[in-house]
Protein backbone atom coordinates (compact mmCIF):
# COMPACT_ATOMS: atom_id res chain seq x y z
CA UNK A 1 0.00 0.00 0.00
CA UNK A 2 1.28 3.79 -1.03
CA UNK A 3 -0.70 4.56 2.19
CA UNK A 4 -1.59 8.99 1.83
CA UNK A 5 -0.18 10.22 -0.96
CA UNK A 6 -0.27 14.05 -2.05
CA UNK A 7 0.89 16.23 -5.26
CA UNK A 8 2.64 18.17 -5.17
CA UNK A 9 5.81 18.41 -2.95
CA UNK A 10 5.95 21.98 -3.50
CA UNK A 11 4.50 24.99 -5.38
CA UNK A 12 4.56 28.77 -5.74
CA UNK A 13 1.75 30.63 -6.51
CA UNK A 14 1.18 34.10 -7.26
CA UNK A 15 -1.36 36.25 -5.35
CA UNK A 16 -4.98 35.77 -6.52
CA UNK A 17 -3.97 32.51 -8.64
CA UNK A 18 -5.87 29.29 -7.85
CA UNK A 19 -4.60 25.64 -7.71
CA UNK A 20 -5.56 22.14 -5.94
CA UNK A 21 -3.59 19.95 -3.79
CA UNK A 22 -4.25 16.33 -4.30
CA UNK A 23 -4.59 13.73 -1.76
CA UNK A 24 -4.98 10.42 -2.57
CA UNK A 25 -5.33 7.39 0.12
CA UNK A 26 -5.25 3.47 -0.93
CA UNK A 27 -6.39 2.12 2.72
CA UNK A 28 -10.10 2.28 2.40
CA UNK A 29 -10.34 4.88 5.42
CA UNK A 30 -14.00 6.65 5.51
CA UNK A 31 -12.44 9.43 7.08
CA UNK A 32 -10.23 11.96 5.33
CA UNK A 33 -8.62 15.58 6.89
CA UNK A 34 -6.89 18.73 5.22
CA UNK A 35 -4.77 20.56 7.90
CA UNK A 36 -2.37 23.52 7.78
CA UNK A 37 1.11 23.94 9.45
CA UNK A 38 2.86 27.10 9.37
CA UNK A 39 6.45 27.67 10.80
CA UNK A 40 6.76 26.53 14.14
CA UNK A 41 3.39 25.69 14.47
CA UNK A 42 0.73 23.35 15.50
CA UNK A 43 -1.50 21.41 12.93
CA UNK A 44 -4.73 23.59 12.35
CA UNK A 45 -7.86 21.75 10.17
CA UNK A 46 -8.85 23.14 7.29
CA UNK A 47 -12.05 21.00 6.15
CA UNK A 48 -12.57 16.78 6.64
CA UNK A 49 -14.73 14.42 5.53
CA UNK A 50 -16.43 11.16 6.80
CA UNK A 51 -17.08 9.97 3.72
CA UNK A 52 -17.87 10.08 -0.17
CA UNK A 53 -20.24 13.34 -1.11
CA UNK A 54 -20.34 14.68 2.76
CA UNK A 55 -17.43 17.32 3.56
CA UNK A 56 -17.24 19.43 6.97
CA UNK A 57 -15.52 22.49 7.83
CA UNK A 58 -12.37 23.04 10.42
CA UNK A 59 -11.34 25.53 12.33
CA UNK A 60 -9.63 27.83 9.26
CA UNK A 61 -11.55 27.12 5.99
CA UNK A 62 -11.72 30.58 4.71
CA UNK A 63 -10.18 30.36 1.11
CA UNK A 64 -10.70 26.77 0.68
CA UNK A 65 -13.11 24.05 -0.34
CA UNK A 66 -12.52 20.66 -0.96
CA UNK A 67 -14.68 18.11 -2.67
CA UNK A 68 -15.25 14.19 -2.22
CA UNK A 69 -16.72 12.37 -4.84
CA UNK A 70 -14.88 9.06 -4.17
CA UNK A 71 -13.58 7.60 -0.80
CA UNK A 72 -10.20 7.35 -1.95
CA UNK A 73 -9.44 10.95 -3.20
CA UNK A 74 -10.22 14.24 -1.23
CA UNK A 75 -8.57 17.43 -3.01
CA UNK A 76 -8.42 20.49 -1.61
CA UNK A 77 -9.04 23.62 -3.91
CA UNK A 78 -7.48 27.43 -2.65
CA UNK A 79 -9.22 29.95 -4.76
CA UNK A 80 -7.34 33.28 -5.38
CA UNK A 81 -4.42 32.75 -3.32
CA UNK A 82 -2.99 34.93 -0.58
CA UNK A 83 0.82 35.07 1.40
CA UNK A 84 -0.96 34.37 4.14
CA UNK A 85 -1.95 30.93 2.84
CA UNK A 86 1.99 30.08 2.56
CA UNK A 87 2.04 26.76 4.15
CA UNK A 88 2.51 23.29 4.27
CA UNK A 89 -0.49 21.49 3.76
CA UNK A 90 -0.52 17.86 5.22
CA UNK A 91 -3.43 15.73 3.72
CA UNK A 92 -4.80 12.47 6.52
CA UNK A 93 -7.08 9.74 6.46
CA UNK A 94 -8.14 7.64 9.31
CA UNK A 95 -10.63 4.18 9.78
CA UNK A 96 -13.71 4.71 12.27
CA UNK A 97 -15.19 1.65 13.55
CA UNK A 98 -18.63 1.30 14.64
CA UNK A 99 -18.33 2.62 18.29
CA UNK A 100 -15.53 5.00 17.79
CA UNK A 101 -15.16 7.58 15.53
CA UNK A 102 -11.55 8.74 16.06
CA UNK A 103 -8.48 6.82 15.42
CA UNK A 104 -4.98 7.00 14.34
CA UNK A 105 -4.69 9.51 11.92
CA UNK A 106 -2.12 8.79 8.85
CA UNK A 107 -0.48 11.77 7.36
CA UNK A 108 0.83 12.35 3.49
CA UNK A 109 4.12 13.68 3.28
CA UNK A 110 2.75 17.02 2.86
CA UNK A 111 2.90 20.21 0.03
CA UNK A 112 4.97 23.10 0.67
CA UNK A 113 3.06 26.05 -0.98
CA UNK A 114 4.63 29.65 -1.24
CA UNK A 115 2.21 33.01 -2.22
CA UNK A 116 4.12 35.68 -3.19
CA UNK B 1 -14.75 25.12 20.52
CA UNK B 2 -12.06 23.20 22.34
CA UNK B 3 -9.09 24.41 22.80
CA UNK B 4 -5.25 22.86 23.63
CA UNK B 5 -2.49 23.82 25.47
CA UNK B 6 1.04 22.35 25.13
CA UNK B 7 3.78 22.92 27.65
CA UNK B 8 6.82 23.12 27.06
CA UNK B 9 7.51 24.92 24.02
CA UNK B 10 11.40 23.45 23.99
CA UNK B 11 12.59 20.40 25.70
CA UNK B 12 16.12 19.77 26.56
CA UNK B 13 17.87 16.53 28.24
CA UNK B 14 20.75 14.67 28.41
CA UNK B 15 20.40 10.90 27.23
CA UNK B 16 18.91 8.81 29.59
CA UNK B 17 16.80 11.64 31.13
CA UNK B 18 13.16 11.07 31.43
CA UNK B 19 10.93 13.97 29.32
CA UNK B 20 7.62 14.96 29.88
CA UNK B 21 4.93 17.24 27.85
CA UNK B 22 2.35 18.52 29.33
CA UNK B 23 -0.98 19.70 27.66
CA UNK B 24 -4.38 20.73 28.74
CA UNK B 25 -8.10 20.97 27.17
CA UNK B 26 -10.91 22.39 27.08
CA UNK B 27 -14.01 20.48 26.15
CA UNK B 28 -14.89 17.98 28.35
CA UNK B 29 -16.94 16.13 25.55
CA UNK B 30 -13.36 14.97 24.03
CA UNK B 31 -12.82 11.32 24.50
CA UNK B 32 -9.76 10.56 22.10
CA UNK B 33 -6.14 12.02 23.10
CA UNK B 34 -3.43 10.92 20.34
CA UNK B 35 0.56 12.23 21.00
CA UNK B 36 2.32 12.71 17.46
CA UNK B 37 5.96 12.93 16.59
CA UNK B 38 7.31 14.79 13.60
CA UNK B 39 11.11 14.70 12.87
CA UNK B 40 12.61 17.50 10.85
CA UNK B 41 10.93 17.99 6.93
CA UNK B 42 8.60 14.85 7.58
CA UNK B 43 4.89 13.91 8.18
CA UNK B 44 3.26 13.32 11.61
CA UNK B 45 3.36 9.62 12.71
CA UNK B 46 1.44 8.41 15.80
CA UNK B 47 3.58 7.46 18.84
CA UNK B 48 0.70 6.17 21.15
CA UNK B 49 -2.94 7.48 21.55
CA UNK B 50 -5.64 7.28 24.92
CA UNK B 51 -8.91 7.45 24.96
CA UNK B 52 -10.89 8.77 27.74
CA UNK B 53 -11.90 5.52 29.67
CA UNK B 54 -8.29 4.82 30.44
CA UNK B 55 -6.11 6.86 33.05
CA UNK B 56 -3.04 5.32 31.75
CA UNK B 57 -0.98 3.43 28.95
CA UNK B 58 2.26 2.86 28.45
CA UNK B 59 4.36 1.03 25.42
CA UNK B 60 7.79 0.48 26.44
CA UNK B 61 9.74 3.82 26.55
CA UNK B 62 6.46 6.02 26.20
CA UNK B 63 3.36 6.64 28.43
CA UNK B 64 0.57 8.64 28.66
CA UNK B 65 -1.50 9.85 31.29
CA UNK B 66 -5.17 11.41 31.52
CA UNK B 67 -6.83 13.28 34.32
CA UNK B 68 -10.85 13.46 32.76
CA UNK B 69 -11.62 16.05 35.95
CA UNK B 70 -8.40 18.17 35.38
CA UNK B 71 -8.35 18.03 31.44
CA UNK B 72 -5.02 16.93 31.77
CA UNK B 73 -3.20 14.76 29.58
CA UNK B 74 0.43 14.14 29.75
CA UNK B 75 3.64 11.95 27.70
CA UNK B 76 6.16 10.88 29.75
CA UNK B 77 9.53 9.20 27.65
CA UNK B 78 12.24 7.43 29.85
CA UNK B 79 15.46 6.38 28.56
CA UNK B 80 15.87 9.07 26.27
CA UNK B 81 17.95 8.47 22.97
CA UNK B 82 19.50 10.98 20.70
CA UNK B 83 16.76 9.81 17.89
CA UNK B 84 13.85 11.17 20.26
CA UNK B 85 14.64 14.61 19.42
CA UNK B 86 11.79 15.77 17.52
CA UNK B 87 9.03 18.07 17.44
CA UNK B 88 6.18 16.28 20.05
CA UNK B 89 2.26 17.44 19.34
CA UNK B 90 -0.55 16.17 21.57
CA UNK B 91 -4.20 16.33 20.47
CA UNK B 92 -7.58 16.27 21.68
CA UNK B 93 -9.32 14.56 18.80
CA UNK B 94 -9.10 16.63 15.76
CA UNK B 95 -7.49 19.70 17.84
CA UNK B 96 -3.73 19.89 18.16
CA UNK B 97 -1.37 21.90 20.49
CA UNK B 98 1.25 23.90 19.08
CA UNK B 99 4.10 21.24 19.73
CA UNK B 100 7.09 20.99 22.07
CA UNK B 101 11.02 20.77 20.23
CA UNK B 102 12.44 18.08 22.04
CA UNK B 103 16.06 17.78 22.37
CA UNK B 104 18.65 14.78 23.61
CA UNK B 105 21.74 15.25 23.96
CA UNK B 106 24.03 12.45 23.90
Not at chain 1, 6 to 16: A, V
Not at chain 1, 64 to 69: G, M
Not at chain 1, 98 to 114: A, H, K, M, V
Not at chain 2, 43 to 48: E, K, S
Amino acid sequence: NAGVTQTPKFRILKIGQSMTLQCTQDMNHNYMYWYRQDPGMGLKLIYYSVGAGITDKGEVPNGYNVSRSTTEDFPLRLELAAPSQTSVYFCASSYPTRTISYNEQFFGPGTRLTVL
Amino acid sequence: GENVEQHPSTLSVQEGDSAVIKCTYSDSASNYFPWYKQELGKRPQLIIDIRSNVGEKKDQRIAVTLNKTAKHFSLHITETQPEDSAVYFCAAQLVFGTGTRLLVSP
